[in-house]
């Protein structure tokens, strides 16, 4: 979100965070009869560095969905990148899509997948390029929205995901793709909000997708985290579908984390708790394979995690909450911060601090959605976007 006469305090002086927001109304899916009413708001962290290879775990072309796959050239030469489109039950398929020097492409993936397909995507460019998804829906025929993804450069054994719900309103899904030669057995851990967890155990055929969902396994009314933990290098995405409150409907999707990472920061340039805006933190450290997750009513080690706040008159406040691995953390922004805030925050904690902040809003009572991101590991000084539009 851009407030022209708002500032947020400049905390590091050559690095910054940049998010991208996009608003949409009325957004036409050319491959149906009658345009999708789609009225929602996507977000999405920058990519720091180009690449050669791009994955995606998520991604739909059944009725009422429209998805789309956008690759930047950053470079001085036309770029040439294989799209390969994976699915659950065929062999993939392959087309060529050139790019153009400092130029962006645009796929129709409806289109290049046939329509009624789950599909996964694996991009590999001769030259180093950008990729995100951008998806258009109409859920089940009930609700309207829009999801955006960056890409995944780099597969990992391990994934992990702090956002996660089934509340009223809310059906999740979570998304695997095995791009490698071999088949791959995955541990999917739920953890929920009162310290509890479920397991699940998948075969993932090579160059497969599987796709859980996530409301059949919990129950309803769930707050729940994920830790997907594989035999081989995997790909994991997070999509979730809502009526918020009964009021407002959308989607949001997001890339895991991965678990062997070793930033203990999260980062997030937006957040805001104006009128029609409700914003979340949400918190999560997988437990320690050694730890089993510890069984209801054993002790568990508080772990503190700083949450630091930073506002547009440049001053800042600092929280600090104590966690427990393996435990699902939500706090509620507007509730906590006062609202009217434009804030981004800092959390900073162990090793393998999951953190994503979902927001949902009512956008100048035209726009009614949501988005979610898991925000940046540090600063950077270079930030690039693939998606983005000025259509009507």
């Not at 994955?55 to 009725?63: H, V, W």
């Not at 793709?177 to 310290?195: F, K, Q, R, T």
């Not at 396994?217 to 290098?233: E, I, K, N, Q, Y």
């Not at 984390?257 to 979340?280: I, N």
Request: charged content about 20%.
């Amino acid at each position: 979100m851009t407030y022209p006469t708002t500032r947020r305090r400049k905390v590091f002086p050559l690095a910054f965070l940049l998010t991208a927001s996009a608003f949409i109304v009325n957004a036409v899916n050319p491959s149906a009869h009658l345009p999708a009413q789609a009225a929602d708001g996507t977000a999405a962290v920058g990519i720091t560095e180009a690449a050669n290879r791009w994955y995606f775990a998520e991604g739909y072309t059944g009725d009422g969905f429209q998805e789309w796959l956008c690759l930047y050239n950053p470079g001085d030469e036309t770029a040439v990148a294989r799209v390969d489109l994976v699915f659950p039950d065929a062999p993939p398929s392959s087309l060529e899509l050139p790019i153009g020097p400092r130029s962006r492409s645009t796929l129709d993936v409806n289109t290049a997948a046939g329509r009624g397909s789950d599909v996964s995507i694996v991009v590999d460019s001769n030259r180093e390029v950008v990729a995100e998804r951008p998806i258009y829906f109409t859920y089940r025929g009930k609700w309207s929205g829009s999801t955006v993804s960056p890409g995944c450069s780099s597969p990992n054994r391990g994934w992990s995901f702090a956002e996660g719900t089934t509340r009223e309103g809310f059906e999740e899904w979570l998304c695997l793709l095995n791009p490698g030669d071999h088949a791959l057995e995955a541990d999917v851990i739920l953890a929920l909000e009162d310290g509890t967890q479920m397991e699940l155990r998948l075969e993932l055929p090579s160059m497969r997708r599987r796709t859980i969902e996530v409301n059949a396994v919990v129950g309803p009314g769930r707050d729940v985290s994920a830790c997907v933990v594989a035999g081989g290098d995997i790909l994991a995405e997070r999509a979730m579908y809502f009526l918020y409150r009964g009021r407002w409907q959308g989607g949001h999707a997001s890339l895991g984390r991965p678990l062997d990472s070793s930033s203990a920061t999260r980062y997030f340039a937006e957040g805001y708790t104006g009128p029609g805006f409700e914003t979340w933190l949400c918190l999560y450290l997988p437990a320690r394979p050694e730890e089993g997750g510890a069984s209801e009513g054993q002790a568990k080690d508080a772990i503190p995690v700083e949450l630091a706040f930073f506002f547009e008159d440049g001053s800042s406040r600092v929280e600090t909450v104590a966690i427990e691995a393996g435990r699902r953390y939500t706090f509620f922004l507007n509730q906590w911060l006062g609202e009217g805030m434009d804030v981004s925050i800092r959390a900073s904690g162990p090793h393998g601090l999951m953190a994503e902040r979902p927001m949902y809003f009512n956008y100048k009572g035209t726009c009614r959605g949501g988005h979610v991101t898991s925000g940046a590991d540090r600063p950077y000084e270079r930030w690039l976007f693939a998606e983005g539009t000025l259509r009507p």
